[in-house]
């Protein structure tokens, strides 16, 4: 449902910015709406956003490899500068550079949830989707206003609207694959964590190491830590390249400084 829910969501995202693509994507729906103070507005709290959640995000990646691997509060730390520093060094070399890594992070973290589910299959069992609502609707609502976050990025798209080279024939393809192509991920990754039991693991970390166990036995966790920074490497670096366009929006616009308007003459970059 959730899915479903989030296709008018990214759909109004692609038509907004096939029709005016510019960088900034929110902050340039809000100046056209409603002016340039409402958009530098959103500009600054885009970019405090970022700033406070980039590094909160790493040490997630962090984390679940201190899950797997003896790491104490200093090296879990270090750990998640380390993630955050490829994805700028990538964007520095420019928009193609990081698009053509992009693909790669998506390919693999693809590869490696597809081999997740098909291993798993075995283990499924009918039993354990009886009852189906064993708690009532109350709890689904809950997990599914949870759940509702783990569908945000399609607006940040619209932010590197400009670096189209067809954005009206190119971005509501896009965003149209990629919301089936994550709705099928979501769902059967959901079907295999129900049907294993694997969340009855427990904790935030153990249910996907769990499932991971099912394929790589007792490197189960190792394997969901790896698959963890991976996936946190692909929004560090797709945020990356999309926040340094807002930021640039604004700038043109004079609501930041503009040494932030500048962009290399070499690669493109902010």
């Known amino acids: 449902m959730l ?47 970022f700033i406070a959640g980039a590094p909160a995000v790493t040490l997630i990646a962090a984390s679940y490899l201190g899950y797997a691997f003896p790491l104490g509060r200093l090296e879990i730390h270090l750990v998640a500068c380390a993630v955050i520093l490829p994805p700028f060094l990538i964007n ?15 390919t693999a973290i693809i590869a490696m949830l597809l081999a997740a589910v098909a291993l798993s299959i075995g283990s499924v069992k009918a039993a354990n989707f009886s009852p189906f609502l064993p708690h009532g609707l109350l709890p689904v609502g809950t997990a599914a206003a949870l ?28 965003v149209l694959v990629s919301v089936v192509l994550i709705g099928l991920m979501y769902c059967s990754v959901a079907f295999v964590t129900v049907g294993t039991g694997a969340y009855e693991a427990g904790g935030s970390v153990a249910p996907f190491a769990a499932i991971f166990s099912n394929v790589l036995d007792v490197y189960g966790a190792v394997g969901t830590a790896i698959l963890a920074v991976v996936v946190i490497f692909g929004t560090a670096n797709a945020y990356i390249a999309g926040m340094s366009r807002v930021a640039l929006a604004v700038a043109r616009d004079g609501a930041l400084p503009g040494a932030f308007a500048r962009v290399s003459r070499t690669t493109g970059a902010p």
Do not use: M
Not at 147 to 167: C, H, M, Q, R, T
């Open 92 to 106: 520095l070399r420019g928009i193609v550079f990081s698009n053509r890594v992009q693909l790669g992070i998506v």
């Open 147 to 174: 759940i509702f976050w783990s569908y945000l990025g399609y607006e940040n798209v619209s932010n590197v609207a400009e670096e189209f080279k067809d954005p009206k024939r190119d971005l509501q393809r896009s």
């Open 3 to 49: 899915s479903l829910a989030s296709c008018p969501f990214a759909y109004t995202f692609a038509s907004l910015s096939a029709r005016n693509p510019e960088s900034g994507g929110v902050y340039a729906f809000a100046r056209e709406a409603f002016g340039r103070d409402a958009a530098a507005a959103t500009g600054w709290l885009f970019a405090l956003w």
